[in-house]
């Protein structure tokens, strides 16, 4: 077993794979971010994207919350459009979100989209994932991550984000050939950028399928989940764990636990408990609202070991529901990764045990 006081590579991916740990691993969404004085130093000296394309910069606030709380995961700073941008679409990012001044709204607009080599177009990422690893060593397991193909579409047919979806839904059903070849390719896309992140010193990859929530279950079995299983059957990852992330999944889980992902992340809204019940056996992530680290140190560790307690720790990775969000206080997200590091009781090997059969 591994020191329940330290940072651990091999507690995440042993969660991952249901096996027993001795307690459960802990990171966050969207970790380096606003919420640290450092990032903001960082951020009065470049862009967004410019921090994105920066092996130094990128490598340094992917390493911050890392030397501050010692999560078992350190994620890879980047953004979810950087492979659309190298596919040949215009992504502009201000303070209302990206945008994409030229939507794709027709067979002609998919044409002229491409399938790239990630190595040749988004370099800089794979060399931020490798100094990365080095960095950590087996300290901490290295999170490499892409959009999933009903997100990224959503993104390009709407021009950005959406409180509706209505331009992608409307394409759903007015032109649905061009759609399902732009999420084939997006879903090709995905398989080759998370294939060279593992690659280039991944140990495991999320897919975010952060606007999925937004369909009705039969809608998202009929488009989201065929991209979604394509991209993931499309990976080149040996024993490499796949996490799926879909916000807004309470209607979601059994059809989730059909993309092939090894790992199910739920957002805040559906408890552990009853996805548990629901998907059993399937490794869990998640899932404490992003919003309670806004409160106070003690009902955030509260909050924290009332969801650890819904698994017992077992194939469990604690995370937010969504990703933090910059009004966080730092005391309570200290008190969020303390609380999921007290270790489990004598009890918590037949949990692990049973939750995992």
């Not at 999420?183 to 999320?206: I, P």
């Amino acid at each position: 077993m591994t020191d329940p006081r330290s940072p651990s590579a091999a507690r995440l991916l042993a969660a991952c794979a249901g096996s027993p740990v001795d307690r459960p691993p802990v990171w966050m969404m969207r970790q380096a971010g606003r919420y640290l004085p450092e990032y903001r130093e960082v951020r009065k000296t470049v862009s967004f994207l410019e921090l994105c394309r920066s092996v130094d910069l990128a490598t340094e606030v992917s390493l911050q919350p890392f030397r501050r709380f010692a999560p078992d995961g350190v994620i890879f700073f980047s953004d979810i459009l950087v492979p659309a941008e190298a596919m040949g679409v215009r992504v502009e990012f201000g303070d209302g979100g990206p945008s994409l001044p030229s939507p794709v709204r027709s067979s002609s607009d998919v044409h002229a989209l491409s399938r790239f080599d990630p190595s040749e177009r988004i370099g800089f990422t794979g060399e931020i994932l490798g100094r990365l690893a080095g960095e950590v060593g087996s300290r901490a397991a290295v999170l490499g991550f892409c959009g999933a193909p009903w997100t990224l579409a959503s993104y390009l047919v709407e021009g950005g984000g959406s409180r509706s979806f209505a331009v992608i839904k409307e394409m759903m059903a007015r032109d649905p050939r061009t759609l399902r070849g732009l999420l084939d390719l997006l879903a090709d896309v995905a398989s080759d950028v998370l294939s060279y992140q593992l690659a280039s010193g991944a140990g495991a990859v999320q897919l975010f399928d952060t606007w999925a929530g937004e369909l009705s279950a039969e809608d998202y079995r009929e488009w989201a989940l065929p991209a979604t299983a394509r991209a993931i059957t499309g990976i080149r990852r040996g024993p490499a764990p796949v996490i799926l992330y879909v916000n807004g999944s309470g209607h979601l889980l059994e059809a989730m636990a059909a993309s092939g992902a090894d790992v199910l992340s739920i957002d805040w809204r559906v408890s552990l408990a009853e996805a548990r019940r629901r998907v059993p056996g399937m490794p869990l992530q998640g899932n404490l609202d992003p919003a309670a680290l806004g409160g106070t140190p003690e009902d955030v560790r509260r909050r924290t070991r009332a969801l650890i307690a819904q698994t017992g720790g077992a194939a469990h990775i604690v995370n937010l529901g969504h990703g933090i969000l910059p009004g966080a206080r730092l005391e309570c997200v200290e008190a969020f990764f303390d609380a999921a590091r007290t270790p489990l009781g004598p009890e918590a090997p037949t949990a692990l045990e049973a939750a995992t059969r």
